[in-house]
Nanobody
Framework: QVQLVESGGGLVQAGGSLRLSCAASGRSFGNHAIGWFRQAPGKEREFVAA????????DYADSVKGRFTISRDNAKNTIYLQMNSLKPEDTAVYYC????????????????????WGQGTQVAVSS
């Protein structure tokens, strides 16, 4: 089992930045691909960013490319989502997720691929 706890959400003005963190505990986190997803009120959960076990491969939703950066520190069992140039449409609850893998460079954009989920952290961007 892997437990995930997100932090770093909050209220920010459009154009501002936030860095979300996701702390993992439980089993060794090193062999897990990771992802960030978000869900706005009345909408389905959507893919934001993903990172491979090795950290060598990443993937982003078109809506956040060039503005968000996913990263991981396996020594600290923590994953990050740096969000810059935030827009009101980025307002949502953000979730981190993890999946046990055997291929170091695999990334996954479907929420169905992930086994472990955090409780989410709210991000609100005002115009």
């Amino acid at each position: 089992q892997v437990q995930l706890v997100e932090s770093g959400g909050g209220l920010v003005q459009a154009g501002g930045s936030l860095r979300l963190s996701c702390a993992a505990s439980g089993r060794s986190f090193g062999n897990h691909a990771i992802g960030w997803f978000r869900q706005a009120p009345g909408k389905e959960r959507e893919f934001v960013a993903a990172c491979s076990w090795s950290g060598g491969s990443t993937d982003y939703a078109d809506s956040v490319k060039g503005r968000f950066t996913i990263s991981r520190d396996n020594a600290k069992n923590t994953i990050y989502l740096q969000m810059n140039s935030l827009k009101p449409e980025d307002t949502a609850v953000y979730y981190c997720a993890a999946k046990t893998v055997i291929v170091p460079d695999s990334v996954y954009s479907s929420p169905r691929a992930y086994t472990y989920w955090g409780q989410g952290t709210q991000v609100a961007v005002s115009s």
